[in-house]
Each structure stands twice: as C-alpha cells, then as structure tokens.
T-cell receptor
Framework: DTGVSQDPRHKITKRGQNVTFRCDPI?????LYWYRQTLGQGPEFLTY????????KSRLLSDRFSAERPKGSFSTLEIQRTEQGDSAMYLC?????????????FGSGTRLTVV | AQSVSQHNHHVILSEAASLELGCNYS??????LFWYVQYPGQHLQLLLK????DPLVKGIKGFEAEFIKSKFSFNLRKPSVQWSDTAEYFC???????????WGAGTKLIIKP
C-alpha cells in the first residue's frame, strides 16, 4: 500500500450532471477525510469518517454533496446536479486515530471541471 | 473564528538564499500546527508538525519551524534554499477539533537557479 489513491485524476462534466469520485485510503488508517481546494486557496474541509461512520458532515457545501464509506475502507464523494462553481480539486486524506500527532496522508486529488 | 494566515502569497528567491515563510493563527486555546508542501503536479506532503514540547521543530529536507505562542506564529525556515524547493507551502492547524485542519491560503515559492 503506497498511499492514498483517488480516481479519476481528472473529470470534465457538463453542468447539471452527477459525478462520483472514489478514494482508497491507506489500509491501516481508519479516518478518511474529504477536502476541496480552489485556485489560490488552501484546502477546505468537507467531511470525515471514522471507519464507516460519518462523524462530521455539516461542512458539506450543499445538499448536492454527499459522501459514503460503506465498509470502512474506500469512500465515494458524489456531487449531484453539478454547477460551474463546483469546479475545484477534491482531495482525500486518511490518518490514524490520532491525526494531530501523525498528520494526514493526502491523495493526488481529483480535478473537476464543470463546463 | 479560528483561522490561519499566510501573508506572502508569492516569494521569489535565488538559490542559497535563506527562507522564512510566515504563518499566523487565530485561536486562544491549544493548537497543533503543520507545514505541508505541494511540489508541482504532486500531492500535499507533510514537512513538519508541532503538537507539544520543543517549540523549534525540524522537518524533512532541512526545513524547520518555530512555534511562538505569544505571537501566534509558526514560521517556516530554511537556511539555504535549492531550486528543488520550488513548490507551494501551506500552513495548517488543529484548533478546537482533532479532525478538521484549518489551512492558510498557501505561499508559492519560486527559486531561481
């Protein structure tokens, strides 16, 4: 296991379409996080899971955004009815239960372009 | 509200120059602070972290940072930069939670060969 994997790396979609991104964390990491990064900004927290439980989702940007981690391993982030403002890099990260000590490991991200 | 500020959005230096990138946070309680680096086309990588103990922390690739609580600062330093240090550097921290990192806007560092 060499790190956090995200798929796809790039996604171009038409406005109004639904998109789904996948994240495979480091296998021994039970925490998984989704962030969004727009140009010129640092990452913005969206949601996180501990095992299969989604413990914080109030920062998801709207009800068009949802995330799952059904078996406590990989996770998906879905955006419904995409808008041009959703264009951004979507980052996944994973960590051990004490992230404040060890930090996160990030994936390479999925770059979404909504046209 | 908690925040992290990086005041220099772009820094250009020549090789062998000394580097200091500023990071300030806004929070009155206990903080855990990090510096991450993002090389062109690559993912975010942890450079160093502070969560307790010695306020001068050393990280990878010759970087260090000093936590100064009285100044709410966690500046990143390197005595002599190399062309390969060209990247974007992000300061981030945990403040009132242990799961949500709050990030600065990043500093793009360009090293001229």
């Amino acid at each position: 296991d060499t790190g956090v994997s995200q798929d796809p790396r790039h996604k171009i979609t038409k406005r109004g379409q639904n998109v789904t991104f996948r994240c495979d964390p480091i296998s021994e990491h039970n925490r998984l996080y989704w962030y969004r990064q727009t140009l010129g900004q640092g990452p913005e927290f969206l949601t996180y899971f501990q095992n299969e439980a989604q413990l914080e989702k109030s920062r998801l940007l709207s009800d068009r955004f949802s995330a799952e981690r059904p078996k406590g391993s990989f996770s998906t982030l879905e955006i419904q009815r995409t808008e041009q403002g959703d264009s951004a890099m979507y980052l996944c990260a994973s960590s051990l239960p004490l992230p404040s000590e060890f930090g996160y490991t990030f994936g390479s991200g999925t770059r979404l372009t909504v046209v | 509200a908690q925040s992290v500020s990086q005041h220099n959005h772009h820094v250009i230096l020549s090789e062998a120059a000394s580097l200091e990138l500023g990071c300030n946070y806004s929070y009155g309680g206990t903080v855990n602070l990090f510096w991450y680096v993002q090389y062109p086309g690559q993912h975010l990588q942890l450079l160093l972290k502070y969560f307790s103990g010695d306020p001068l922390v050393k990280g990878i690739k010759g970087f260090e940072a000093e936590f100064i609580k009285s100044k709410f600062s966690f500046n990143l330093r390197k005595p002599s930069v190399q062309w390969s240090d060209t990247a974007e550097y992000f300061c981030a921290g945990y403040m009132d939670s242990n799961y949500q990192l709050i990030w600065g806007a990043g500093t793009k560092l360009i090293i001229k060969p």
